[in-house]
């Protein structure tokens, strides 16, 4: 962007223009971003990258923008300060993984035998686990048995819909309104609303 072009943005920058935010945002962001780039780790890239800190940066700043009145006496004492800013917000993000790191380790083969095997549910849980099983297909007629039988399997909504020909909504209405019967909101004696595709 043109020396002559940012001054006047810094300008309507100062009075809150919302506009003029969004547009600083948009000339500014590569530049930051390089910032960024330039002193990001290799072993810290999958974490987070320059966009995120890019934006944190604008979200923390724009109440200054809006309501604190910032003034800049041109546009290079405002990149300077974004600058700043960023450098700062990158810091403390290279912090905050780094005392991740250092709890995390890497594990090998011996260490997965080490593991201890997951609990495995008591015989009460199981019963009360195929008791609520038993309530819930009551609950719903014979066509939506195989649209709970796949959420128990832990299939996401979109693969349910697909394999049942449901509209996705459909398929979390039936859901929503079990769910609500479970928990005693609804006359037990109603049942899962027939739904076609």
Not at 7 to 33: C, M, N
Not at 36 to 45: C, I, S
Request: with cysteine.
């Amino acid at each position: 962007m043109k020396t002559d072009t940012l001054e006047k943005l810094l300008e309507e920058l100062s009075s809150g223009d919302d506009t003029a935010i969004e547009q600083a945002f948009v000339a500014f962001e590569p530049y930051l971003r390089m910032v960024v780039r330039r002193q990001l780790p290799v072993h810290l890239r999958a974490k987070f990258d320059s966009v995120d800190i890019v934006q944190s940066v604008w979200v923390h700043i724009l109440d200054g923008f809006r309501e604190a009145d910032w003034r800049f006496a041109d546009a290079a004492h405002l990149r300077a300060f974004l600058v700043r800013v960023t450098q700062n917000r990158f810091l403390d993000r290279v912090r905050q993984q780094q005392r991740k790191l250092r709890h995390e380790q890497t594990m090998t083969p011996a260490d997965w035998e080490q593991v201890p095997a997951a609990r495995q549910p008591e015989p009460s849980e199981e019963a009360q686990a195929a008791e609520l099983w038993e309530q819930m297909l009551a609950l719903c007629p014979p066509a939506h048995h195989t649209l709970l039988e796949l959420k128990r399997q832990g299939l996401p909504l979109a693969e349910i819909a697909a394999r049942t020909g449901l509209h996705e909504s459909s398929v979390r209405r039936i859901l929503y309104d079990l769910a609500r019967q479970l928990a005693g909101k609804l006359d037990p004696s109603d049942s899962c609303t027939e739904t076609r595709s």
